[in-house]
């Protein structure tokens, strides 16, 4: 009797099973999906950018005026100021690409932001501190920030920053507590970083991010002005002096300061100044001694160079008063004549910037400002 023959499906059975058993045993067991890489590096090449920098050793405070016998009764921050009132150079840790200044820039819009005010910077992307040109006149935008001074909050905020590096590549940042006291290093660290990276834009609005900024008035208003002349405009604050109540925000006792008298200057929340004026400022502030109060110290860098601010009603940095009370203050026909509002919140920039966009705003007698 012969064997009988295997059917052939039996054969190809068989062979598909030696062939699923032989693949199983080259299968390893499934493993954890691994992490998904952070692929920024590859992304990006040439992010951050370029220049080596030598960083500056950390700053040591300076404790021989911790044994002055007004020192100890002092505010927290005051004394933190004292102490570290020589401390000027701090490293950068983010800034934009070169290509920011790489063209002309008409008008730079330089905004004082804290690490975490996120919300507010991004309301200003999208509304009048859009870059674009105005008229021709192209407009750029940076944000000028610190760091937080918990190390934990830092962490997570500097991560935040480097979002909107990468997005906007509108940040730059130091690394030195971003606090009311030392808005002053930014301002100084800020005119230093213009004068060496972009010394040719024309002019600068230098300004806090909870304003409203007409800025398509701003370049009407500064197309007639030269550059290369002095200009600093503002809302003008003249014969003040420090305040030597411990509890102001703005006090400033006699060990930092014993002048009585202030020298005139711009409130802080935006002022307008040429290329000439920030080159100007950048080198008074090399050798005047820090002054806590930002706007206040620029108004002693002014009169160090034998210049003086000047006032622009239509700067209203101590808030509106409608011109009519017919007018509500949030009225568009009342800001179309204006340049710079303190303070606005978020969704009212972006109200205000909606109203005045629209093709014809509806107003009678225009009272123009400026
Ligand atoms: C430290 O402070 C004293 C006065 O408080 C001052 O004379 C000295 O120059 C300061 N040192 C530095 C390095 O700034
Ligand atoms: C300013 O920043 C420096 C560096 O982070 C810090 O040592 C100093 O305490 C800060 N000063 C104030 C007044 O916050
Ligand atoms: C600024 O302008 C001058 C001439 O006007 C030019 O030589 C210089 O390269 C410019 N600098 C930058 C950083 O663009």
Same mark, same amino acid.
Request: glycine residues 4%; charged residues 20%.
């Given at each position: 009797? &012969?064997?009988?023959?295997? #059917?052939?499906?039996?054969?190809?059975?068989?062979?598909?099973?030696?062939?699923?058993?032989?693949?199983?045993?080259?299968?390893?067991?499934?493993?954890?999906?691994?992490?998904?890489?952070?692929?920024?590096?590859?992304?990006?090449?040439?992010?951050?950018?370029?220049?080596?920098?030598?960083?500056?050793?950390?700053?040591?405070?300076?404790?021989?005026?911790?044994?002055?016998?007004?020192?100890?009764?002092?505010?927290?921050?005051?004394?933190?100021?004292?102490?570290?009132?020589?401390?000027?150079?701090?490293?950068?840790?983010?800034?934009?690409?070169?290509?920011?200044?790489?063209?002309?820039? *008409?008008?730079?819009?330089?905004?004082?932001?804290?690490?975490?005010?996120?919300?507010?910077?991004?309301?200003?992307?999208?509304?009048?501190?859009?870059? #674009?040109?105005?008229?021709?006149?192209?407009?750029?935008?940076?944000?000028?920030?610190?760091?937080?001074?918990?190390?934990?909050?830092?962490?997570?905020?500097?991560?935040?920053?480097?979002?909107?590096?990468?997005?906007?590549?509108?940040?730059?940042?130091?690394? *030195?507590?971003?606090?009311?006291?030392?808005?002053?290093?930014?301002?100084?660290?800020?005119?230093?970083?213009? &004068?060496?990276?972009?010394?040719?834009?024309?002019?600068?609005?230098?300004? %806090?991010?909870?304003?409203?900024?007409?800025?398509?008035?701003?370049?009407?208003?500064?197309? %007639?002005?030269?550059?290369?002349?002095?200009?600093?405009?503002?809302?003008?604050?003249?014969?003040?002096?420090?305040?030597?109540?411990?509890?102001?925000?703005?006090?400033?006792?006699?060990?930092?300061?014993?002048?009585?008298?202030?020298?005139?200057?711009?409130?802080?929340?935006?002022?307008?100044?040429?290329?000439?004026?920030?080159?100007?400022?950048?080198?008074?502030?090399?050798?005047?001694?820090?002054?806590?109060?930002?706007?206040?110290?620029?108004?002693?860098?002014?009169?160090?160079?034998?210049?003086?601010?000047?006032?622009?009603?239509?700067?209203?940095?101590?808030?509106?008063?409608?011109?009519?009370?017919?007018?509500?203050?949030?009225?568009?026909? *009342?800001?179309?004549?204006?340049?710079?509002?303190?303070?606005?919140?978020?969704?009212?920039?972006?109200?205000?910037?909606?109203?005045?966009?629209?093709?014809?705003?509806?107003?009678?007698?225009?009272?123009?400002?400026?």
């Amino acid at each position: 009797m &012969r064997l009988p023959r295997p #059917r052939p499906e039996v054969s190809l059975l068989l062979a598909m099973v030696v062939f699923a058993l032989l693949l199983l045993s080259r299968v390893s067991p499934p493993a954890c999906p691994a992490p998904e890489r952070s692929s920024e590096p590859q992304e990006v090449p040439t992010w951050p950018p370029d220049p080596p920098r030598a960083d500056p050793a950390p700053c040591q405070a300076n404790l021989s005026v911790a044994s002055h016998p007004d020192f100890a009764a002092l505010p927290t921050h005051v004394r933190d100021f004292l102490l570290y009132r020589h401390c000027r150079d701090f490293p950068l840790l983010r800034e934009p690409r070169a290509t920011k200044c790489a063209q002309p820039v *008409f008008l730079l819009l330089a905004i004082k932001s804290s690490p975490a005010n996120y919300g507010r910077r991004q309301v200003l992307r999208n509304t009048w501190a859009r870059e #674009r040109q105005v008229r021709g006149a192209p407009l750029r935008r940076l944000f000028l920030v610190g760091s937080d001074r918990d190390p934990l909050q830092a962490r997570k905020l500097n991560r935040l920053l480097e979002l909107e590096a990468r997005a906007h590549g509108d940040i730059l940042q130091w690394d *030195f507590h971003d606090s009311f006291f030392n808005l002053t290093l930014k301002q100084v660290l800020f005119l230093e970083w213009q &004068r060496t990276r972009c010394p040719n834009a024309s002019f600068v609005l230098n300004g %806090d991010d909870d304003v409203f900024a007409h800025t398509d008035n701003m370049v009407t208003y500064l197309q %007639d002005r030269d550059p290369d002349r002095h200009l600093f405009v503002g809302h003008l604050i003249q014969n003040v002096g420090p305040i030597r109540v411990p509890w102001s925000k703005y006090f400033v006792p006699t060990l930092v300061s014993a002048d009585e008298h202030y020298p005139p200057y711009c409130g802080g929340g935006g002022f307008l100044l040429s290329r000439f004026t920030a080159a100007a400022l950048s080198h008074a502030a090399r050798v005047l001694p820090v002054f806590p109060i930002d706007d206040v110290f620029l108004g002693m860098c002014l009169r160090q160079q034998g210049l003086a601010p000047a006032s622009h009603n239509g700067v209203r940095t101590a808030g509106v008063q409608a011109p009519s009370p017919r007018l509500s203050s949030f009225d568009p026909c *009342f800001y179309q004549s204006l340049l710079l509002v303190h303070r606005f919140l978020p969704y009212e920039t972006l109200l205000m910037w909606d109203a005045l966009s629209q093709p014809q705003v509806a107003c009678g007698k225009k009272g123009r400002v400026y």
